[in-house]
């Protein structure tokens, strides 16, 4: 029977219109459950590649003949070599082409709404990786929030909107995924703005972005509104466009808040995170839908892919806005935290442009969920 | 230690590695030693791991220059 390209692409589509998937992840054990691709109506089995070198019989009973079954490993080599075998055995199988290197580099921009005056918000959505990007669109103009190192995806999706990018900003310095926002802006003259209180340590120049700093995109009304909003980092600024969405970087998520150790200072920046949450963010409109930079499990992705939630909801559901001690809260937020992102002291590093790995080497250090919330 | 055999698995990427250490042990006699050398970065966790699974011991891993070198012997 027939070996089967899948590309990440079209793992995206599965993901986001609920459909049905049976994953062979071939990857070893630690790996599969460190980090694996989530579908809402996934199933699936793990067995090493090293496990099946003697044949695949013992695994083919295990396989359903009823949904499609796709083979994944690291890079794709090992998922070619498992689905050869499977297909040999009689079967129809797909393997994912570039393995979870490409899963994880994968974004799809979907469309949160429209803009006054005919403008469009995005959110580019990395599924792999969890991480969320934004461009605002209006009338020729573009502005990009929180982009991820794959720059092209950015500059390409301006070129086919026909608008110029003239602001790129980061909420905050990443610590989790590497930051496209300043080669964005040097490829396409873009201002890139980036909190001053992160970026002590930067080499490179950049427009600081300060509390209440507003940009005009388009010649319309469409306004992105710095709000300062600590406590992720002791620079963390959230936006608000056009009095509908507020962006919240790594300070609110859905199902979960933002963790304030990744700079090394979470007693420090505990008191911060919750004045935000607890104070700044109350006196902003409930109505206001909530973008944030990441998403941590699949419930939190909405029926058409994007990851938005009315800020009263938030306030309501969200365990997190919700505990009412500040002693309760700073434990909550400083014990028993989970493991810190893969390599997140360099990833730093690359994004104050200290160290400049290459492609693979940045790959590499992305590896992994990004693990920036604490639940 | 003495090595009986040594496998250069340089410049290639998974699945080769295991594979063709799997294919040199299978020459092998119980106890004795094989080098491996490798460049895949990903080959410590699976070398290690498929040596556990089959049984067999590893004695020592390097790193060297970007060469990843195992010593397995065989059970």
Redo the contacts between chains.
């Keep these: 029977m027939t070996v089967i390209k899948m590309t990440a692409a079209e793992v995206a589509r599965k993901v986001i219109e609920n459909k049905e998937l049976f994953i062979l992840d071939v990857r070893?054990?630690?790996?599969f459950e460190d980090w694996k691709i989530e579908g809402h109506s996934f199933d699936y089995l793990n067995i090493?590649?090293?496990?099946l070198?003697d044949g695949v019989d013992e695994i083919l009973p295990k396989l359903p003949t009823d949904k499609d079954v796709l083979v994944v490993?690291?890079?794709e080599?090992?998922s070619l070599?498992v689905a050869e075998m499977v297909s040999e055995a009689g079967r129809d199988v797909f393997y994912l082409e570039g393995g979870m290197k490409s899963w994880s580099a994968y974004l799809e921009p979907i469309k949160v709404g429209n803009l006054t005056g005919g403008g469009e918000l995005y959110q580019f959505v990395r599924l792999g990786k969890g991480c969320l990007s934004y461009m605002v669109i209006s009338e020729g103009e573009a502005a990009i929030i929180d982009a991820v190192r794959f720059t092209e995806v950015f500059t390409n999706f301006a070129k086919e909107k026909n608008v110029e990018i003239k602001h790129v900003f980061d909420t905050h310095l990443h610590a989790d995924h590497i930051s496209g926002g300043r080669h964005i802006a040097e490829a396409t003259g873009a201002t890139y703005y980036l909190p001053p209180k992160d970026a002590e340590e930067v080499v490179f120049d950049y427009t600081p972005l300060e509390d209440g700093l507003t940009v005009k995109v388009g010649a319309s009304q469409i306004e992105v509104g710095a709000l300062y909003s600590p406590g992720h980092t002791i620079g963390s600024t959230s936006f608000i466009v056009d009095s509908k969405y507020l962006l919240t970087g790594d300070i609110l998520f859905i199902d979960s808040i933002g963790r304030p150790d990744l700079a090394g200072l979470a007693e420090d920046w505990v008191g911060d995170l919750r004045e935000t949450l607890y104070r700044r963010y109350r006196e902003l409109a409930e109505d206001l839908i909530v973008l944030p930079a990441h998403f941590m499990i699949i419930e939190e992705l909405n029926e058409d892919g994007t990851v938005a939630k009315r800020l009263g909801d938030l306030f309501a559901e969200n365990h997190g806005l919700n505990i009412e001690s500040e002693e309760e809260f700073r434990h909550t937020v400083t014990d028993n935290l989970p493991p810190q992102p893969n390599a997140y002291e360099q990833i730093r590093q690359v994004n104050m442009g200290k160290i400049t790995p290459d492609n693979d080497e940045q790959t590499?250090m992305e590896i992994g969920p990004n693990r920036c919330a604490v639940r | 230690m003495e090595v009986n055999q040594v496998l250069d698995a340089k410049g290639l990427?998974?699945?080769?590695p295991?594979?063709r250490t799997?294919k040199a042990m299978d020459t092998l006699e119980s106890n004795q030693i094989l080098e491996v050398q490798v460049t895949d970065?990903?080959a410590l966790?699976?070398l290690t791991?498929?040596t556990a699974?089959a049984g067999h011991t590893l004695l020592e891993h390097k790193e060297e220059a970007d060469v990843l070198t195992f010593y397995i012997k065989k059970a």
């Excluded at chain 1, 070893?28 to 790996?31: H, P, R, S, V």
């Excluded at chain 2, 990427?13 to 080769?16: K, R, T, Y």
């Design positions: 070893n054990k630690d790996a090493p590649y090293f496990d070198l490993c690291a890079k080599g090992s070599m590499e | 990427a998974c699945p080769m295991i594979v799997k970065k990903g966790a699976d791991a498929w699974a």
